[in-house]
Structure formats: structure tokens, C-alpha cells
């Protein structure tokens, strides 16, 4: 095996690579801190929302007016499923649903001045007590934070979210 890479097998006609183990080990801290973060923010929210309700939520937010077909791509979620969770939301006031005027048999979703409220509070919330947090690092530690900001942006944009995740190669016997 090279100290690189190793082609490990061919995926839908795609040569897919095994990682190093050092490669491996900075994936797999990175998920793990990743995850970390996530957990914590999750629960300092205190919303009131599911994750899924939150994260529906923070999208239609941010990219609506959406049509049910549109955010069900965004979130990797059936449609139906999606119907639940969006009525849900509508029943408390923070998203409204109106017939799409281009084609009246699809609905469109926007967050309402509720829902937008809800957003806005609890990133100001979060992202203060962040800031508080990194306030405490030392400087360098701060400056090394900042500077991975690109590249972070970069791995996350760069990753085609409306193909999911990336399939498994096929098991060796």
C-alpha cells in the first residue's frame, strides 16, 4: 500500500481511495469536535424544536420562500415526512404556507415574523456564548481558529449536500 493512497475499489464507475490512517485520524477528531459542538448548541438553543424541527426552521429561514419539493432537497428528507414536520411548525406560528402562485397544487414556505424572531434570538444567543468561549483561548490558539475559517468554509461547500452522503465501497470478503 502507498504511503498516500491506495485505490480500495471502483464506486458507480468512480475510483474511490482509502485515506491514510493519518488522514483517518484527523477525519474522525474533526467529526468528533464537530459533533461536540453541535450537541452543545443543540442544547443551549432550549427553542423548544426537535433538531429537524430547528434545522427546518433555520432553512426556510434563511432560503425561503421554498417549495415543499425545494426544502425536502435541502434537508435530504422525503416529502412527506417534511409535510408533518412543516404543519407542525405552521400550527405554532412560525412558518406560514401559502399556495405557490405559479402552480396552486404546490405549497410555498416562509418563515414567519415569529419564526424569524425565534432564528434570529437564538443565533444572537448562541453566537455570543460562543464568542465568551473563544474569548477564554489563548491568542494564538484564537488566530489558529480563525485562520482553518477558509478552509472549514471550503470542506463544507465543497461537499455536494443534494447527493448525500458519500456511498460505502462494496465489502471485501
Not at 415574523?113 to 444572537?124: D, I, K, P, Y
Amino acid at each position: 500500500m502507498s504511503p498516500r493512497r491506495a485505490t480500495l475499489a471502483t464506486v458507480g464507475g468512480d475510483r474511490v481511495d482509502e485515506p491514510t490512517a493519518e488522514l483517518l485520524e484527523v477525519a474522525s477528531d474533526l467529526r468528533r469536535v464537530v459533533g461536540a459542538l453541535h450537541r452543545r448548541f443543540r442544547r443551549e438553543q432550549a427553542s423548544g424544536l426537535t433538531p429537524s424541527q430547528w434545522s427546518l426552521l433555520v432553512t426556510i429561514e434563511a432560503f425561503g420562500p421554498l417549495r415543499l419539493s425545494e426544502l425536502a432537497v435541502r434537508e435530504l428528507v422525503k416529502p412527506s415526512t417534511l409535510t408533518r414536520s412543516v404543519a407542525w411548525l405552521a400550527d405554532r406560528g412560525l412558518v406560514d404556507r401559502v399556495e405557490d402562485p405559479t402552480d396552486r397544487r404546490a405549497v410555498v414556505v416562509t418563515a414567519s415574523a415569529a419564526g424569524r424572531r425565534l432564528v434570529s434570538g437564538l443565533f444572537e444567543h448562541g453566537q455570543d456564548e460562543f464568542a465568551k468561549r473563544l474569548e477564554r483561548l489563548p491568542a494564538d490558539q484564537r488566530l489558529a481558529i480563525e485562520r482553518a475559517m477558509p478552509v472549514l468554509n471550503r470542506l463544507v461547500n465543497t461537499v455536494p449536500a443534494d447527493l448525500g452522503p458519500t456511498p460505502l465501497p462494496p465489502a471485501t470478503a
